[in-house]
């Protein structure tokens, strides 16, 4: 389970960007490209190195209409998810 | 998605130079140096960068050869961070210092991947010929991480010294290594030569392999370990390149364009150089990058395997190193007609004494800290 106080960031090395080429938001790594779909950019788009995990989910839940528990699973499990293909730090 | 207009490439390695104070026996570079005097210049460079970030390159890996024997190494990552490309320095760091990553890091460098030999200095010393380099690396590690940048360290490992790959992943860990990429010596050119004294036994990958998953358990969310099982024993090969002329494109120190760094020495492939073409052009249509793109150019067993968008039939060079035609079905495939003689190198190495000697076999303990 993770902390909503902890505060997500890019990891060292990790860049998101917008590719005009595709023309689809893309997460750079080392040796790693992900490709975050609409609602995964809506979640990154929140990390600013400020607003920690239940902030994001907050204004998440202020915007989607989604039971706050489910949204909160979401984000913990995609944010986990990256971390553990290194481009987030939790 | 058309088929005569390929997906853009995902990456760009720049080869910057052939030259590098290094002498490590199993050096990719071609034995024919490109001189210091045929490189690209800066403005080529700056051309070509623009070019690629135009086309779609995503990532640019920046590699040599010694990179670093450049002097506008600089210029060339700050232009290709005002492109937005994600930069990465390949390098053996010896001639790095705290001054110069501190400036690189300015510049817009996203990411050093460091190499080192081994983990034993005198080994590691005498494979690169370069004494004291080992010690170098370490501290140019810490440097690395100094200057904020993101750390890749890339070991090449082999029969002799697949034992101490636990040791490696605590060196990467204590350098504060944000990735760890474990890469087996590629069996071409000397790797080939001397394949009998490196190819590892299957009860040292067994245990190699195990040795990795415990650490990616023990590291999960904070290191990413890359570890691959040489293609001999994985009964399918690699996806060489990730399909030839697919995803990365190679620029050499002359400005030739290849789909792969080892592509030059395949015959009968002509391979534009950027100091005339386009990029763009060369990658759209060049016949060489045509040439074994997709899976028109594949034969039996290939054409009908379900595999062949997944290895795109493996490596190109490794079936012509082998088998001495290059539109084969990569021999490392457990399908492959030529199969054979892959099985025959790995029953061999349970039973063969190596013939490479590797001096020194004393534990590495007290150089991991
Ligand atoms: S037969 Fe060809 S496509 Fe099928 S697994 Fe082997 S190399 Fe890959």
């Avoid at chain 2, 490590?24 to 800066?42: G, H, I, M, Q």
């Avoid at chain 2, 790095?96 to 300015?106: I, K, N, P, S, T």
């Avoid at chain 2, 004291?132 to 993101?150: D, E, I, N, P, Y």
Wanted: charged fraction near 25%.
């Amino acid at each position: 389970m993770t902390d909503e106080a902890a505060v997500p960031v890019f990891a060292d090395g990790a860049k998101f960007r917008f590719d005009r080429v595709r023309d689809s938001w893309v997460v750079l790594a080392p040796e790693r490209l992900f490709v975050p779909d609409a609602h995964a950019v809506e979640i990154l788009r929140l990390i600013d190195g400020q607003r920690s995990l239940g902030a994001i989910v907050d204004a998440l839940a202020a915007r989607f209409e989604a039971p706050r528990d489910v949204l909160a699973r979401d984000v913990a499990d995609m944010l986990h998810d990256l971390a553990d293909r290194g481009a987030i730090r939790l | 998605m058309t088929r005569d207009r390929p997906e853009p490439p995902l990456a760009l390695v720049a080869e910057l130079t052939h030259r590098c104070p290094l002498q490590c026996p199993y050096c990719a570079n071609p034995v024919a140096l490109a001189r210091a005097s045929s490189e690209l210049d800066t403005e080529s460079w700056l051309r070509v960068f623009d070019e690629a970030a135009s086309l779609g390159v995503l990532h640019l890996h920046v590699s040599g050869g010694e990179p670093t024997v450049r002097g506008d190494l600089a210029t060339l990552v700050r232009a290709a961070a005002a492109l937005g490309m994600y930069s990465n320095l390949i390098t053996s760091g010896v001639l790095l210092d705290a001054a110069r990553l501190q400036a690189l890091a300015e510049a817009g460098l996203d990411h050093v991947q460091l190499s080192l030999q081994d983990m034993e200095p005198g080994d590691a010393d005498r494979i690169g010929g370069f004494a004291g380099g080992h010690a170098v690396k370490l501290a140019v590690a810490r440097q690395v991480r100094a200057a904020g940048l993101a750390l890749t360290l890339n070991f090449v490992v082999h029969r002799q010294n697949l034992e101490r790959l636990p040791a490696m992943i605590a060196l990467g860990e204590t350098l504060g290594a944000g990735r760890i990429e474990i890469a087996h010596v590629q069996y071409y050119g000397w790797g080939l030569l001397n394949r009998d004294a490196l190819l590892p036994t299957r009860a040292q990958l067994d245990a190699a392999t195990t040795a990795v998953e415990a650490a990616r358990m023990r590291l999960r969310g904070q290191v990413v370990i890359d570890y691959v099982v040489p293609d001999y024993y994985a009964a399918r090969p690699k996806a060489c390149m990730g399909g030839w002329g697919r995803r990365i494109m190679t620029v050499t120190p002359a400005g030739r364009a290849l789909p792969c760094h080892a592509a030059e020495g395949l015959p009968g492939l002509v391979f534009p150089s950027v100091r005339e073409m386009p990029l763009a052009a060369i990658w759209q249509d060049a016949p060489a990058f045509a040439r074994f793109r997709g899976t028109d150019w594949m034969a039996e067993p290939c054409r009908s395997c379900d595999q062949r968008e997944i290895d795109w039939g493996g490596c190109r060079c490794q079936a012509f190193l082998l088998t001495g035609d290059a539109a084969r079905t990569d021999p490392a495939c457990a399908k492959a007609p030529d199969h054979a003689m892959v099985l025959a190198a790995t029953a061999a190495s349970a039973a063969a004494p190596p013939s490479y000697v590797y001096r020194g076999d004393r534990r590495t303990r007290e150089n991991v800290r």
